[in-house]
C-alpha cells in the first residue's frame, strides 16, 4: 500500500514529520518499509549564506561572490546573474556534483573569467515556480550546509506500507488516518471538495433486489456473490483531464491519471478504500444492470485489451444481452468510459471475498480493486461513499445526477457485540488493564461499548474490522492501543502447560542442538521443488508452476541450495534441515465442500549436505581438509543417535552413492550417500544424509539422570589389530564391547593403515580402550585378563589378530 504524507493530513491534520510518522505507524499497525520523497531531484541542494558579493569585473549585470555552503570548509566562489543577490541571505544552493531537475549537472568553470564552483537557484531551476528574475530567498532559520529538502516543507512524501491481509481498512488513506487520530488525539474529517455543485446527493437505500435510479433499471441476482450494490446515474458530463489537485493525489501513491471520471473511481479507492467502476450508460442495453452468475460460457474482452472465458459461478456485472465487467476485479472494454463519455452508471459494491478470490485465481489476473474485494470492504459505508463520489465528480466533470442514488441490501448485517471479561484480559495480557483505559483506547478506533456487568462489558467491532470476532482479538486490540513496548519484559514464574512436549519436538531440539554444535547451519526453504527433482505430489495451487510439486525428500532441497551456492562461487557449505516429506496419500479425508480429497502422507525427516572445507580458514592452519565419506559417516553415527537415543544404531555399508545404510533396531531409518550436484571442476565433493524421524516410534522423552563424576583411576589399553578387508570396523567395536564387559568406559579407533609392512589383503586398526571401576582401582591382571578375551573371540570370530613388532 502506497500513501500520500500530504493526502494523510487532509484526513487528519497531525505535527509528525514523515519518519515520526513511519515509526508510529509501524509501531501501533502496519510496518513502513520505506520513505520516498517524490521531491528526490532536489537531494543535492543545500542552503547557503552569501557572504561577499561584488560585480563582475568584465560584466555589468554579474556578481562575483563568496558563499559559505557549510560543513567548516572555506567559502566557495560562485558567479551569479540574479539582480537580487544579497549579503547574509540564505538562498537555495547547488554545488559542483549536483544535478538539478531536468538533468543539468552543475560543474566547475570560468564565466568570463571568474571560477564559479556552483550555482545560486531560483525557483524555475527548482521546479518550485515560473520565476526567473532573481535567486530564491530564504526566510528561515537554518545553517549553512542545511539540506534544502529538510528545510524547507517541499513535495510529498510516500509510505510504501506492507498491510497484513487480516487489517483491510489500512489499505486506504482514511483507514490510516483513523489509526493516526487516535494516536494523536485528532480528529478526522473527509477532505472538502473544491468547487462543489449546488446538488443534494442522498442514496436511497432498500432491502429488495431490483430497484431503479434515473432511466436505469439495477437487478441484484446474485445475492450470495453480492452482499450490497448501489449505482448512481450522471448525465451531460465532461470527461477531460483532472485537476491539478487530484492529479498530484494519485501521482504521489504511483497512480496514472486516466481522466477525471476514472481518476474520481481510483481516488475513492486509494482514499477510502472502496473501488469503484463507472460504465459508459450509453453502451449498457436497454438501460439495465444486472449482477449476476455467469451463463455457460461467456466471453468478454476486458480493460487490458485481453480476450476471457468466464469460468462457471464467476459474479458479473451484465446488461440486458452481455457481460460488462468482471464483479470486483475489472471492467470489459464494451462500456469503458472515454472521452466521448456523456453519462455514466457508477456502481458502488461490496463483493464476496472467497468468490472474487477463487474467479481471480482461475482467470490469472489481479487488480487493485480484487486485491481489496478479497480482503473484504467496509460495506455499511457504501452509502456515503456513493453521496461523496458523485458529489466529486459532479465538481470535476460537471453533469446532473438523475434521482437519488439507489442501494439495493436485501440482507443487511450486523456486527454480533462480544461480551469482554477484564479479568480474562488480565490474563492474556500477564498484567490488569483498567476499565477505562480499555473504552478510551477502543473508542478511539471506532468501538462501541456499553457496560453488560461489573467488569463486563459488550463490545461491538467497526464495520470496517472484519477481523475482531472475540475476547482474544480485543485483547490483542487493547496491548496493540496501549502499546506492545509498555508491558514488563520481566519473566515470570508463569506455568504455561504440564503436558510434556511431543517426542518429534523433544527430538528437534536434540537434532539442532548436535548440527549446530559441529559447525552446521540449519535452514528452512519451501518444500517445493520442480517435476522430476524429487517431486511426489502435485499442488492444486502452486505459488510457481516451475515449483508446483511437493518434494519426497529433503536433500533434494539442500542440493538446490548448495548449487546456489556454487553459482556464486561458494564451495564450503554445511547445512541441514528438520523438515517434511511428503508422499502419495492412500485414503480420502472429508474437506470442507461436496468432495473428497486424497491428502498427501507426511513424514518428519532430517538431512544434512556438506561440502568444500571442513571447518572455516584459519591463520593457525593455512589448508584445511574437505569433507570426506569418513566425515559424512560421523554426521550420521550422531545424527541418528541423537534421534534415537535409547536405540542401537548400525551403519551398514551400502553399494554405488550409498556410502551406507542406516540402522536402528535393524530398522533402515535413512542413510549417507555420496551425492551429485550441478557443480564447477573447482567444487569438492559433497556428502549428504537423511533420516526418517517416523521410521520407529518415539517413546516419551527421558530425563537425564545424575550420574557422579569418577573418582577411580582409568586404565587405557591401545590395542592395534590386523583386520581382513571385509571385516568392518563396526564388526569389530560390537565383538570388543561385547568382551570387555561393563568395565568398559569408552572405546576409540584412532588410526587405520595399509601398505609396507602390512601383509596383502589386511589392515591395520588401532583402538583405545578406557578401563575403568566405579569403586576401586583396577588390578593389572584384571586389564590383562579381558585384553587377552578380547584379542581370543576377534580371532574365532572374525579372523582378526592382534598386531605384533
Known sequence: MNASYEWLRAFVPFSLSPTELRDMLTSRCATVDDLVSLRDDLRDVVIARVVEAARHPNSDHLWVTKVDAGGGGALVDVVCGAANVSVNALYPFAPVGATLPGGLKIEKRKIRGETSEGMLCSAKELGLGTDTEGIMALTLVAEPGTRFLDAMPIGDTRLVIDVLPNRPDLLSHEGLAREIAAATGGTITRPEIAEEKPFVIRTHTVKATSGKVGDVTVKLEDTDGCMRYAGAVITGLKVGPSPDWLVQRLQAVGSRPINNVVDVTNYMLLGFGQPMHAFDLEKIARGTVVVRKTRGEELIKTLDGVDRTLPPGAVVIGDAERAQAIAGIIGGSGSEVSESTTEIFLEVAAFNPARIRATRRKLAISTDASYRFERGVDVDAIPALVDYAVR?????????????????????RRPQPISLKLVRVARLLGEPVETNEVEKNLR???????????????????SWRHDVHSDVDLAEEIARLRGYDSFSSELRPFRPSAVPDAPLVAV?????????????????PMPFVAEGHGATVR??????????????????TLISRAEYNLARMQGNVRLFEIGTAFFAGEGAA?????KKAVLPREEMHVAALVMGQRAPTHFTKAIQPS??????????????AAAFPSAAVILVPGTGDTLWEISVDGHTVGSARRLKLDAPVWAKPAFGLEINLEAIEQGAARSKGYRPIPATPRVQVDLALLAPASVTAAQIDTVIRKEAGELLESLTLFDEFSGQGIPEGLRSLAWALTFRHPERTLKDQEVQGRTAKIVTALEGELGVRQRTA
Open 627 to 640: 569433507y570426506d565419506e569418513w566425515d559424512i559417516k560421523f554426521l550420521a553415527e550422531t545424527a541418528a
Open 392 to 412: 466529486l465528480i459532479l465538481s470535476v466533470a460537471g453533469g446532473i445526477p438523475q434521482g437519488s442514488p439507489i442501494d439495493l441490501y436485501p440482507l443487511p
Open 508 to 524: 528437534t531440539k536434540r537434532l539442532e542442538e548436535t548440527f549446530v554444535g559441529v559447525g552446521l547451519n540449519e535452514v528452512r
Open 444 to 462: 478511539t478506533v471506532g468501538f462501541r461499548i456499553a457496560p453488560e456487568a461489573k467488569d463486563v462489558l459488550k463490545v461491538s467491532p467497526p
Open 590 to 594: 472429508d474437506l470442507p465442500g461436496p
Open 539 to 556: 499442488v492444486t495451487n502452486p505459488l510457481a508452476e516451475d515449483e508446483a510439486f511437493l518434494r519426497g525428500d529433503l536433500l533434494t
